[in-house]
C-alpha cells in the first residue's frame, strides 16, 4: 500500500477553500460558526456543507478547526456543532480543549492541534491511545525530535510548511489577555508580538529603538520536504487562515509542484486525492505576502530568525537602487518591475518604507512619491500588481480528472462510458435508430471533437474510443447530451461513493505523562478538567484567562530568543563573552513593560510581565 502525502490548505472561506483545492490541496482546513481561533474567519453551515461537497469530488478532505478554550457555558452549543458538522459530511475536527474528547460525539475523526502541547513523544503517544487521529506538530520541533515522536507512535503527523510562525509555543501566549483581556485561545490574537519595542538592559540603558523585536520571519520549509517525510510528515500544512485569494493559490500550487515532483521520484508515495492542476502562473512564496523566510528549527538554531525593521510583508527581492535620477529611480532588475507594483525598502531610520510605482519604462521606475533612498539600499517589491491580476482570475488554477470515453453500439441505439482515474464508471444509454452515414463515411473524428469538449466540467477526456460496427450516423447533439448525462452521473457515483474515515471515541484511562498541569494546559471548564483527572492527573491550575494576576504573570514562552538574535548567547557566540549584556533585560512599548528571563537549558526565553520577580540564571 503506497502511503498518501497531503498538502493542506487554510480556507478563510468556501471561495478560498474551493480555491485551495482547484490549486492542488488534498484537505483543507476552515472555521465553523463558533470556536475557531480565527474569530474574523469564521463560516456558515451552508459554506462548509457546499466546501464538503466540492472537496469530496475530488476525494479531497475538509477538516473544521475547533481550537479554542472553551467555557463551561458554551460546552453543549459545541457538541450540537459537532455534531452537525458531523451530519454535513465534515472529515475531521482540529481540537485544542480535550473537554471535546469527553463529549458524547458523533463517530467523527479528531486533531490534536498544534495548541494542545505537540512537542513531546509522551505527550503525543497519550493523545493517541485516546483516539486521537492526527497530531499537529509544533513548529518550533527540529527534524530529529519529529522522528523521534515518530517512533514512538503510529499516529498521522501534521507539519506546518509554509506561512507565518507564532513566535510564542502555540497555545501558550497570553500577551493578549495580559494587555487587554483578548484571549488568543479565543480566536482574538492582537498580535502583541508584532508592536515595536525599545530594548532595554538592567542599567536602564536603551540598547535598541523602536524595533519589532518579537517579530519574526515566515516560515518555509519546502526544501526539507523529502527530510520531513522521511521523518514521518505524512501531511504538509500550509498557514494562512486570514490570507487574501491570490496567497492560497500561490502557496498551494508551488507546494503542489514541490510534492509532485518527490511523488514522481518515489513510487512508494503517493498524492492523497484526485485530479491534475494546470496554472496559468508561475508560483513563487516570495510574490505572495511574506517577512522573509526562515526555517525556524528544523535544522536547529543556526542563524538569525528575526524580522525587526517591519512585521509586514517585505515580498520579493528586486535589486539594489542604483541610483535617482531627476524624478525616478534607476533600480538593478528593474526591468522586471511594472506599473502598479508597491516596492519595499529599509530607510536610514532603519525602518520599513515603501512608494508604489506609477509607471516602468525601460528600467526606470517613476514613483507616486520621490523619496530619499541611499544608493545601494535592496529593493523588494511587496506588491506585484501583474501577478496578482494573472492569479485572481478564477481560470488561472484548474483542476481536472482524468477520463477515458469509449462509445459502442447496442440493441437499442449506442453506449457511453466514462471511467475515471480512480476507477469509478459511468454509463449512460441512448435510444436511437441506427443509420449509415451519407456516402458511408465514417464521422469518428466529429465525434471524438465532441466528446472531448468537457468544458466547465471537472473532468478531462484523455482518452476516447469508438467502437462501431458500420459507419453510424449520431446527430451532434445526441453525442453532446450523452457526454453531458455520463458526466453528471459521474459525479454523482464519485461523492455516492466517497468514503469517509470514522473513528468512535471510546474513554480511556490511561496515565496523563504528568501528574501537575500549569496554566500552559489552558483548563478553562469542567469537562476538560474531568478528563484530566480520569487520567491521574492531581493537581490542575486554570488557565490563564480564569486566573490572570495583573502585572506578575509569565505571558510567553518561546524558542525565539533576543540575546541569540543580538549574538550574545554564551552557547552559540562565546567569542562575545565579554560583551554579555546586563539582565534582566527589558522590553518597553509605550506604557507596556516585560521582563525577559533566559532559560539557556532548555534554549527558551520567557516573557513576563514588570512586576514579576524570578531569578537571573548565570551564565556558565
Known amino acids: 500500500m503506497k502511503k498518501k502525502i497531503e498538502i493542506l490548505a487554510p480556507a478563510k472561506d468556501l471561495l478560498h477553500g474551493m480555491a485551495a483545492i482547484n490549486s492542488g490541496a488534498d484537505a483543507v482546513y476552515i472555521g465553523a460558526p463558533q470556536f475557531g481561533a480565527r474569530s474574523n474567519a469564521h463560516n456558515s453551515m451552508e459554506d462548509v456543507a457546499a466546501l464538503v461537497q466540492y472537496a469530496h469530488l475530488y476525494h479531497a478532505q475538509v477538516f473544521v478547526v475547533i481550537n479554542t478554550i472553551l467555557y463551561d457555558n458554551e460546552l453543549e452549543t459545541c457538541r450540537q456543532m459537532i455534531w452537525e458538522l458531523y451530519h454535513i459530511g465534515v472529515d475531521a475536527l482540529i481540537i485544542q480543549d480535550m473537554a471535546i474528547m469527553e463529549m458524547e460525539l458523533p463517530p467523527i475523526v479528531l486533531h490534536a492541534s498544534t495548541q494542545a502541547n505537540n512537542r513531546d513523544p509522551k505527550n503525543i503517544k497519550f493523545l493517541a ?40 509555543f502555540s497555545g501558550n501566549c497570553y500577551m493578549s489577555v495580559a494587555n487587554g483581556e483578548r484571549s488568543a485561545n479565543r480566536g482574538s490574537c492582537a498580535q502583541n508580538c508584532r508592536l515595536p519595542y525599545n530594548l532595554i538592559d538592567g542599567h536602564g540603558d536603551t540598547l535598541i529603538k523602536n524595533s519589532h523585536l518579537l517579530s519574526i520571519k515566515d516560515f518555509d520549509v519546502t526544501d526539507q520536504i523529502p527530510n520531513l517525510i522521511e521523518a514521518g510528515i505524512v501531511s504538509f500544512k500550509i498557514e494562512g487562515r ?17 510534492i509532485d515532483a518527490f511523488l514522481e521520484q518515489n513510487p512508494n508515495y503517493t498524492k492523497a486525492s484526485s485530479g491534475k492542476c494546470t496554472f496559468t502562473f508561475d508560483s513563487e512564496l ?30 520579493q527581492y528586486i535589486g539594489k537602487l542604483i541610483k535617482t535620477i531627476g524624478n525616478s529611480y534607476e533600480i538593478e532588475n528593474g526591468h522586471l518591475l511594472n506599473n502598479g507594483d508597491g516596492l519595499c525598502f529599509i530607510n536610514e531610520n532603519n525602518e520599513a518604507d515603501g512608494i508604489y510605482v506609477n509607471k516602468a519604462e525601460n528600467g526606470i521606475i517613476y514613483p507616486n512619491v520621490l523619496k530619499e533612498i541611499k544608493d545601494g539600499t535592496f529593493i523588494y517589491r511587496n506588491n506585484d500588481a501583474a501577478f496578482i491580476k494573472i492569479v485572481e482570475r478564477e481560470d488561472s488554477a484548474v483542476r481536472k480528472i482524468g477520463t477515458t470515453l469509449h462509445l459502442t453500439e447496442n440493441k437499442t441505439g449506442f453506449e457511453l462510458t466514462a471511467t475515471d482515474e480512480d476507477g469509478y464508471v459511468s454509463k449512460v444509454h441512448l435510444e436511437h435508430t441506427k443509420e449509415t452515414t451519407k456516402n458511408n463515411l465514417s464521422i469518428e473524428d466529429n465525434i471524438k471533437t465532441q466528446l472531448a469538449k468537457t468544458g466547465f466540467t471537472p473532468y478531462t477526456a484523455d482518452e476516447i474510443t469508438i467502437q462501431f460496427s458500420e459507419n453510424w450516423f449520431l446527430p451532434i447533439s445526441k453525442v453532446n447530451e450523452m457526454r453531458r448525462t455520463v458526466y453528471e452521473q459521474l459525479t454523482e457515483i464519485r461523492l455516492a461513493n466517497y468514503n469517509r474515515e470514522e473513528h468512535q471515541i471510546v474513554k480511556t484511562d490511561h496515565p496523563f505523562p504528568v501528574d501537575q498541569l500549569d496554566f500552559t494546559y489552558n483548563v478553562s471548564n469542567k469537562m476538560a478538567r474531568k478528563f484530566y483527572e480520569r487520567h491521574g492527573v492531581t493537581e490542575i491550575e486554570k488557565a490563564f484567562e480564569l486566573q490572570w494576576d495583573p502585572g506578575k504573570s509569565r505571558v510567553m514562552t518561546t524558542k525565539y530568543c533576543i540575546k541569540y538574535e543580538l549574538e550574545r548567547c554564551p552557547k552559540y557566540h562565546p567569542e562575545h563573552r565579554d560583551k554579555k549584556v546586563k539582565e534582566p533585560l527589558v522590553l518597553k512599548q509605550g506604557e507596556l513593560e516585560y521582563k525577559l528571563k533566559f532559560n539557556c537549558k532548555p534554549c527558551e526565553m520567557e516573557i513576563w510581565e514588570k512586576d514579576a520577580e524570578f531569578e537571573i540564571e548565570e551564565e556558565e
Not at 130 to 141: P, Y
Not at 151 to 165: I, Q, R
Not at 288 to 313: H, L
Request: glycine content about 6%; some cysteine; proline content about 1%.
Open 129 to 168: 491511545d485516546a483516539g486521537i487521529k492526527r497530531v499537529v506538530l509544533a513548529r518550533e520541533l527540529n527534524l530529529h525530535q519529529i522522528k523521534e515522536i515518530s517512533e514512538a507512535t503510529d499516529v498521522e503527523l501534521e507539519f506546518f510548511v509554509t506561512g507565518a510562525l507564532c513566535v510564542a
Open 286 to 315: 516570495n510574490r505572495t505576502f511574506n517577512r522573509g523566510y526562515t526555517d525556524y528549527f528544523v535544522n536547529e538554531r543556526y542563524q538569525a530568525i528575526g524580522s525587526w525593521e517591519s512585521p509586514k510583508s517585505k515580498g
Open 242 to 258: 486570514l490570507k487574501d485569494m491570490v496567497y492560497v493559490k500561490n502557496n498551494v500550487s508551488f507546494l503542489r509542484k514541490k
